[in-house]
């Protein structure tokens, strides 16, 4: 390992690190703007022009606020919980690939952080530890609301992770990897996974919704039954902390879907684009191609979210473990009979 | 019994249809329905930089009226401060001198004119009793201020500009 390996690695996780950071500052904007315009309003426009500074404000706003640590709660457990959340949301944009790799000055850099060969479970990993935030800081907050709250993230994670999982599944008998970079590669061009897992793809997308907490799922902070939920005592920066891990999440999430059923940095005509532009310059083009995609599911996840009420607890486990999980397991049932079948003949 | 408007319907609770449970045709068409609003108008009014279009019988700021030779009309009858129901005029009376005949319409002037604009609730009472036609609700909107006292107007906000100064 020498220390070129080490700095190139370096830039490359300090570059995601701010990307996704950004990305997850203008999430709140861009929510509160989609929100606006899906109901007729305009939103925050007096921060700069169009409101453009508007998260820097409030930053600013989240750090000089007064920090207020209740007398009865479990000091230590209530600070770690919102750093535990904001670091797994943050761990999870390691294994994605960003793109094809790059050559700079003659020399190729592959343009994701770490290329492990269970990629994918190492997002599921990720995914289910930050439930733990939510739920330590829901306990040690010493608040009946939060707890409530902290046992519903609980339990929720715990319901769509298992459908989630099993949509997962039919995916991997068709790719025989689970590394998230030959699962990209083997979508080359125009053969993106949702073409042939659509169902598949429905399945993940709804338990996504419910992995990041957001609505019509947001059931761990729904303020008319729980006040805040599991922040309702979290005030300043650390409030600040839990809803930025949910924004990373939304991101990460994105980014999954993205990766794993469209095509990732793959668009048609990138071979062309390829010949044309250099092996400097069309892995960048396939990387804007990405992040476009990510931009879609960010907006589709704020679109979902000023659309569709609550859903109520009952309703929320009844469609997660009576409408999902049947639904993915005959999934994985019709696609290992399609492959058998395409493999006799 | 038979209800006499006939108005009355029964509310049937039928169990959900297959494509009720599903959820997405009707996830979908509320979808349509946000993403139409996409490209809708806004409502919002940009209020300090843009003010909405009052009606013609809007009652905003008094003023104090001048006649046509620029000589104020107010003679400190009283009759406004009567007829308020949020008691919010007060005035002093006072007597014109002789070089003061540019100035005051009448021998009579008030010296002193308060509107509280906290207790003012623009009923418009005050300019329907005036008999000089001298006090009229035809100002912008009353500014927000931090005091109390602030909010007491005196005889230099509520007077119109003199005449020479008007044009």
Known sequence: ?345 | MESLSNKKKVLEQKPLSFMERMYLPAIAKGMGITISHLFKKEATVRYPEVEREFSANFRGMHSLKRDENGKERCTACGLCALSCPAEAITMIAAERKNEEKHLYREEKYAATYEINMLRCIFCGLCEEACPKEAIYLDGPIVPADYLRKDFIYGKDKLVEAPLEMKK
């Open chain 1, 1 to 345: 390992m020498d220390t070129g390996f080490i700095i190139e690695k370096f830039i490359l996780v300090a570059v995601i690190f701010g990307i996704s950071l950004v990305v997850a500052m203008y999430s709140t904007y861009a929510e509160r703007k989609v929100a606006a315009y899906l109901q007729d309003r305009l939103g925050p426009d007096r921060a700069g022009p169009f409101g453009i500074l508007q998260p820097l404000a409030d930053g600013v706003k989240m750090f000089m606020k007064e920090e207020i640590i209740p007398a009865s709660s479990n000091k230590w457990l209530f600070i770690v919980g919102p750093g535990l959340a904001l670091l797994c949301a943050c761990i999870g944009t390691a294994v994605i690939p960003w793109g094809s790799p790059m050559e700079i000055g003659g020399k190729v850099v592959p343009l994701q952080v770490a290329d492990i060969n269970v990629g994918v479970l190492y997002i599921f990993g990720v995914v289910s530890l930050g439930v733990y935030g939510v739920m330590i800081g829901g306990w040690a907050s010493n608040n009946k609301y939060s707890l409530l709250s902290a046992i519903r993230a609980a339990s929720q994670n715990i319901s769509y992770e298992i459908a989630m999982g099993l949509s997962i599944i039919a995916l991997l008998l068709m790719t025989n990897t689970l590394s998230l970079k030959t699962i990209v590669e083997q979508q080359h061009g125009w053969h993106w996974n949702v073409l042939y897992q659509p169902l598949g793809f429905l399945i993940f997308m709804v338990c996504s919704f419910a992995e990041t907490n957001r609505a019509p799922f947001d059931l761990p902070e729904c303020e008319t039954e729980l006040i805040g939920g599991y922040h309702t005592e979290y005030s300043s920066m650390k409030l600040g902390f839990y809803l930025f891990a949910e924004y990373i999440n939304m991101f990460v999430s994105s980014a999954v879907m993205a990766t794993l059923y469209f095509g990732g940095y793959n668009y048609p005509g990138m071979d062309y684009m390829a010949t044309l532009l250099g092996p400097t310059w069309a892995p960048l083009f396939g990387v804007g191609v990405f992040f476009l995609k990510i931009v879609f599911f960010i907006f589709f996840f704020m679109w979902v979210r000023w659309t569709i009420p609550r859903f109520r607890y009952d309703q929320l486990m009844n469609l997660g473990w009576k409408g999902l999980i049947p639904l993915a397991i005959a999934n994985i049932i019709i696609t290992g009979v399609v492959i058998a079948i395409i493999e006799k003949f």
